[in-house]
């Protein structure tokens, strides 16, 4: 299942970047999509799901910054980031899995999701 994010950078601490999923071949609404991050020397860890019905959740460090959003004739999924931190710092990926998303923090399993983009880099400066 290719899956191609983009839309990293560089910002400063309090701005704003948008990443895109983009999907071919298939429909995103058939898969549990998630976005996860990765910062040198950590494990990767979710940041945020969102289920074949549209349902989404968001991890607690994100809570209220970051958004996914929808864009059906593009196959494409946006995880929209404000009020960005120094620490949100790292690679950011989709990943998919064809079941409904798992619950609760279960839905974070890395190991659940079979299907990975090649990630792109967030930078926030202080």
């Known amino acids: 299942l290719p899956l191609l994010e983009s839309g990293g950078g560089s910002v400063q601490a309090g701005g704003s970047l948008r990443l895109s999923c983009a999907i071919s071949g298939y429909r995103y609404s058939s898969f549990c999509i998630g976005w996860f991050r990765q910062a040198p020397g950590k494990e990767r860890e979710g940041v945020a799901v969102?289920?074949?019905?549209?349902?989404?959740d968001y991890r607690d460090p994100v809570k209220g910054r970051f958004t996914i959003s929808q864009d059906n004739p593009r196959n494409t999924l946006y995880l929209q980031m404000n009020n960005l931190k120094p620490e949100d710092s790292a690679m950011y990926y989709c990943?998919?899995?064809?079941?409904?998303?798992?619950?609760?923090?279960?839905?974070?399993?890395?190991?659940?999701?079979?299907?990975w983009g090649q990630g792109t880099q967030v930078t926030v400066s202080p």
């Open positions: 990943a998919a899995e064809p079941e409904d998303c798992d619950s609760g923090s279960w839905a974070y399993e890395v190991g659940t999701f079979p299907f």
């Open positions: 969102i289920d074949k019905d549209g349902s989404t």
